[in-house]
Nanobody, 124 residues
Framework: QVQLVESGGGLVHAGGSLTLSCTAS????????MAWFRQAAGKERDFVAA????????KYANSVKGRFTISRDNAENKVYLKMNSLKLEDAAVYYC?????????????????WGQGTQVTVST
């Protein structure tokens, strides 16, 4: 059973930065892709960013391009989301997800495994 555990959420002022981490408990992340989604209160869960096994291939939602950076450390079974220039609208619960098939889907249904989420709050 794969488990994903997120960390790094918290309260940050608008314009500030925060880095989220996700640790996957599985023997290897070979050929998997990993992603971050977010869900604001009362809204659907939206795609934020995804990264392929090779780490050279990434995909971002338009709303975070140029501000967020996804990266991964396959040796440590971790994926990160570096968030800069945070805006009020970035506030949400952020979820880590894993696709064993290695795709870079932008839909919730593409991912088989999910973490419990970590709250990001952005204040003025």
């Amino acid at each position: 059973q794969v488990q994903l555990v997120e960390s790094g959420g918290g309260l940050v002022h608008a314009g500030g930065s925060l880095t989220l981490s996700c640790t996957a408990s599985m023997p290897t992340l070979s050929r998997t892709s990993m992603a971050w989604f977010r869900q604001a209160a009362g809204k659907e869960r939206d795609f934020v960013a995804a990264i392929a096994w090779s780490a050279g291939v990434t995909k971002y939602a338009n709303s975070v391009k140029g501000r967020f950076t996804i990266s991964r450390d396959n040796a440590e079974n971790k994926v990160y989301l570096k968030m800069n220039s945070l805006k009020l609208e970035d506030a949400a619960v952020y979820y880590c997800a894993l696709d064993p098939a290695g795709g870079l889907g932008m839909r919730v249904g593409h991912y088989d495994y999910w973490g419990q989420g970590t709250q990001v709050t952005v204040s003025t």
